[in-house]
T-cell receptor
């Protein structure tokens, strides 16, 4: 049973470009979470999605960041007009239940903005 | 989620037991105690969780104080692969308010010496 798959694992962008990070949850999981880990810092919650719905985006920056989890296909975290401060590791997690059960994390996508 | 306090770092020798403490004096009655760990350059990995009683699984044991204001993660025989950052996290699973929105602190950096 494949785990949470994230791609790309490493992404390099120049300032002003767009970054798209993809996450396929574990089979049977319909709850997806995105977390960000800035260099030398802890993980911070960004957004929680269920299929076709954003449930909680309280951790998302107000501008340039968006997330979706369509009926078909992976969840996408999109960062428009990237800046150097966006350089971080972005982790996706999925769970089977909404309130219980462990979260399964992917190996992360590491974004570097030049 | 209520706040937890962990030592910044701990060291152990290979094949010796390791006791990782966590204080959570403001824990509420509906908070479960979760432990995750993050190996270098990887996403967090679930270790164990419990509510009141001590818990055991193939990875570790969780000892919970009677007043639930503290807990200890026990690795019975540390290996080099156990070197990671260990996070103690409270999650309100009964009240249903925190779903997968985990609050990661700084965690404890565990170093295992050969």
């Amino acid at each position: 049973n494949a785990g949470v798959m994230q791609n790309p694992r490493h992404l390099v962008r120049r300032r002003g470009q767009e970054a798209r990070l993809r996450c396929s949850p574990m089979k049977g999981h319909s709850h997806v979470y995105w977390y960000r880990q800035l260099p030398e810092e802890g993980l911070k919650f960004m957004v929680y999605l269920q299929k076709e719905n954003i449930i909680d985006e309280s951790g998302m920056p107000k501008e340039r960041f968006s997330a979706e989890f369509p009926k078909e296909g992976p969840s996408i975290l999109r960062i428009q007009q990237v800046v150097r401060g966006d350089s971080a590791a972005y982790f996706c997690a999925s769970s089977q239940g909404r309130y219980t059960g462990e979260l399964f994390f992917g190996e992360g996508s590491r974004l570097t903005v030049l | 989620d209520a706040k937890t306090t962990q030592p910044n770092s701990m060291e152990s020798n290979e094949e010796e037991p390791v006791h990782l403490p966590c204080n959570h004096s403001t824990i509420s009655g509906t908070d479960y105690i979760h432990w995750y760990r993050q190996l270098p350059s990887q996403g967090p990995e679930y270790v164990i969780h419990g509510l009141t009683s001590n818990v055991n699984n193939r990875m570790a044991s969780l000892a919970i104080a009677e007043d639930r204001k503290s807990s200890t993660l026990i690795l019975h025989r540390a290996t080099l692969r156990d070197a990671a950052v260990y996070y103690c996290i409270l999650r309100d699973e009964i009240g249903g308010t925190s779903y997968g929105k985990l609050t990661f602190g700084q965690g404890t950096i565990l170093t295992v010496h050969p």
